[in-house]
Structure formats: structure tokens, C-alpha cells
């Protein structure tokens, strides 16, 4: 792992964004060489890191991520990875489709650089599966994730039996930053089946108090206009 762009992360603040995106860009971009995805995938997972230890550091890392994909060099590219027309996988495509991957792997319980199968293991990727949800929120905010994939992903946390705090906390947290987004006339009879789940859960009384005042006060304030 390489400390320098630790380093950067660790600096990502609202007051210095411009000048440290530009060092995490430039140093991503100084790996036009490597004809590989090393730099980048080391890049993606270190910006997942950072969500995870510090989830006041969420938009401010989707700003980066939206930031890199408009100006990482087009000359990075992996020539393990071919598209359609038998070329590989360069610049912004190639970025965006690691921190795609990324995301849905964790989604699925999975980390690229992990094949070790213990229960232990499992539940650390299942912990941090559920800790990537803010940040994908804020990812399909910026406009780097589908509305399709936002919808599965509320479709997974939804799916029975749903007593878990820590599934209902990363719904809330997804409704919390992206509702208003998601919540839109074509969307609309999606999101009313959702809710009413959602509904159904407060009153099977599965969950505990605090869990259960998170999601009546996610319920709440889609009554209210997400205001």
C-alpha cells in the first residue's frame, strides 16, 4: 500500500479539496506505464477505506471519485481487461469500472484481493458490504452509479426476513442521502412499495428502539417531502 496517497486521503478536507484532488489525480496519473490497474484499484479501495473508518468523509470522497473520472488520463489503460472492440479498458471507463465493481463486490460479500472462506472473514465483508452504502448513495448522487443499481441494492436490504439493525441502518442511510433523487414520478410506485416494507418492519416490533426510531424517522420525512 502505498503511504504517499494514504497520506493524501488523510488531507482530503472541504478546505483543501482542489489542491489535494489535484495531488491524488496527478499521482493516479503518473501511472500511465503500468499498463495494468494496479495503481487504480489500489486507488479505489483506498478511497472505500476512508468512507469506512470516517463517514463524515463520504461526499467529499464521491467528489473526489466524480473529480478523478473527469480527469484521469486517458492513456492509463489495462490490457487485461478488453472492450467490445478488442481494445482495453482506458481512462475514465477503466476507473469507473473498478469502482463499480468494487462496490458490487462488496454488496455481495466479496473483496477482489481476499479468497480466505473463515465465517470470521465472511462477517468483516459483510460489515464492510454495509459500510460502503453511504458512499454509494453519494456516488448515484454525483452521477457515477445507475438508478438501476441503487434500486437492487434496496431490493437486497429488503428482501425477508429484515430484523438485521445494521441492513436497516444502511437502507436509512441510503434514503437519508439520495431519497429525494430516487423518489420521482417514474420512480414513485418503486418507492411506495418500499415504504410500505419499510412500514411493515416498524410494526413487526423485530426491531430495536433505536433501529426502529431510525427507519420511523426515514418514514417520516418521505411524508414530508424528504424536507
Not at 22 to 44: F, G, Y
Not at 47 to 54: L, N
Request: glycine share 6%.
Amino acid at each position: 500500500v502505498d503511504s504517499r496517497l494514504h497520506s493524501l486521503l488523510a488531507l482530503l478536507v472541504p478546505e483543501r479539496f482542489n489542491s489535494i484532488s489535484d495531488e491524488i489525480i496527478a499521482w493516479v496519473n503518473d501511472a500511465e506505464e503500468e499498463k495494468n490497474s494496479r495503481t487504480i484499484t489500489l486507488t479505489v479501495r483506498c478511497i472505500i477505506d476512508r468512507t469506512i473508518e470516517d463517514e463524515t468523509s463520504t461526499e467529499l470522497c464521491a467528489r473526489l471519485c466524480r473529480k478523478m473520472l473527469d480527469d484521469i488520463s486517458p492513456n492509463i489503460e489495462d490490457y487485461s481487461i478488453i472492450n467490445s472492440e478488442g481494445k482495453p479498458y482506458s481512462g475514465r471507463m477503466l476507473f469507473r469500472k473498478h469502482l463499480l465493481n468494487y462496490c458490487q463486490g462488496a454488496l455481495n460479500g466479496q473483496d477482489p484481493e481476499d479468497t480466505v472462506g473463515t465465517r470470521a472473514v465472511d462477517l468483516e465483508k459483510k460489515r464492510r458490504g454495509l459500510a460502503t452504502l453511504p458512499l454509494i448513495a453519494q456516488l448515484f448522487r454525483y452521477g457515477m452509479l445507475t438508478e438501476r443499481i441503487m434500486h437492487e441494492t434496496i431490493k437486497r436490504l429488503l428482501v425477508l426476513p429484515i430484523t438485521e439493525p445494521a441492513c436497516i441502518v444502511g437502507l436509512c442511510k441510503i434514503f437519508l442521502t439520495a431519497g429525494r433523487e430516487l423518489d420521482h414520478p417514474k420512480a414513485r410506485r418503486h418507492i411506495d412499495v418500499y415504504f410500505e416494507r419499510m412500514k411493515g418492519i416498524v410494526q413487526s416490533g423485530d426491531l430495536d428502539d433505536e433501529t426502529a426510531s431510525m427507519l420511523k424517522s426515514v418514514i417520516a420525512l418521505r411524508e414530508k417531502g424528504w424536507v
